[in-house]
């Protein structure tokens, strides 16, 4: 893909959790931010940053209603699209479909953010492993699901690990074409790529520049408590206000949700061989320079 051409849709994505035909009747104000993302790689983190920018450091918002995932088919569509459209606020959506799923914007402000696809997977298991009846009816029983269900994990994360990478984010997603496609449109004016790891490391330089993409000036007096209430430790004490339905389709609730935001931790597990084999897979699927990005954020 020329990196500075307008993304075209070329296909739908439908699957337990996905319908895309939403974008297609979704009518694009010129402010609308769009968070993006693969699973489990901090939307919900990014999402709490933009609505602090966006209502200066207000408190007890409802994030999750609020900035709704756009393509997740439950509620349906028309639903959604009604709520969105009735929002009189500055919109800010998540999307975890790939770009050649979604209809493009030049109006829109477009947030990827990434991280490793270990860590990623490491989040997906605790997401997954703790998922309840609720969550499984939902996605499951509620017509209009293609393909197989959703089942419930294995008992092993190791194995759970193996069934994503080797049959491509099984039982999500693919994972690499996420990736590949924000990374070939990361040049256009719209579109700000961000990383996990980055991000948790500095957050506040992370925040100005996110501020200054949306074009939302920072109120200075308000800096230190918007700074408070982008903080791990602040999310999971208020966790039910981002998390979906408070909570109510994991055990343990929305602190089940929130839960470690901390990378790394498959290094306990992996074998050095386990960890060759990923890199390996990186490097087939993603070029050379992305491939450093994803696994550091950092890029030559």
């Known amino acids: 893909m020329n990196n500075n051409a307008i993304p075209d849709k070329t296909r739908e994505l439908h699957s337990h959790h996905f319908d895309s035909t939403i974008w297609n009747d979704f009518k694009f104000r010129n402010d609308d931010i769009v968070i993006s993302s693969y699973a489990k790689s901090g939307t919900t983190w990014l999402q709490q940053i933009i609505a602090q920018l966006l209502f200066n450091g207000e408190e007890g918002m409802e994030v999750a209603e609020m900035s709704p995932w756009l393509d ?35 109006k829109a402000k477009y947030i990827y953010i990434g991280r490793d696809g270990r860590d990623v997977l490491w989040s997906l298991y605790n997401h997954h492993s703790t998922a309840n009846k609720i969550w499984y009816e939902a996605l499951n029983e509620t017509p209009g699901r293609y393909g197989p269900p959703i089942e419930p994990p294995p008992s092993s994360i190791v194995q759970y690990y193996h069934d994503w990478l080797d049959k491509d984010g099984h039982p999500w997603w693919p994972f690499w074409e996420n990736v590949r496609s924000w990374w070939a449109i990361r040049n256009l004016p719209n579109v700000y790529l961000l990383h996990f790891t980055n991000l948790k490391n500095g957050m506040p330089a992370e925040i100005r520049r996110i501020a200054n993409f949306i074009e939302t000036p920072i109120d200075e007096e308000k800096w230190e408590r918007i700074l408070r209430q982008c903080s791990f430790d602040y999310m999971k004490v208020n966790a039910t206000k981002s998390t979906p339905l408070g909570g109510a389709f994991w055990d343990g609730g929305a ?42 954020g950092q890029i030559s």
Not at 76 to 102: C, G, I, N, W, Y
Request: hydrophobic letters at 40%.
């Open 255 to 296: 602190q089940s949700f929130i839960h470690k935001g901390t990378n790394g931790r498959w290094r306990e597990t992996l074998s050095a061989q386990e960890v060759a084999e990923y890199e390996r897979r990186a490097a087939v699927e993603l070029d050379s320079e992305c491939a450093q990005w994803l696994a550091t």
């Open 72 to 106: 997740l088919r439950v509620p349906p569509k028309e639903v959604k699209l009604s709520m969105v459209e009735a929002q009189t606020h500055r919109r800010f959506l998540k999307t975890h479909l790939p770009v050649d799923a979604l209809v493009f914007s030049e």
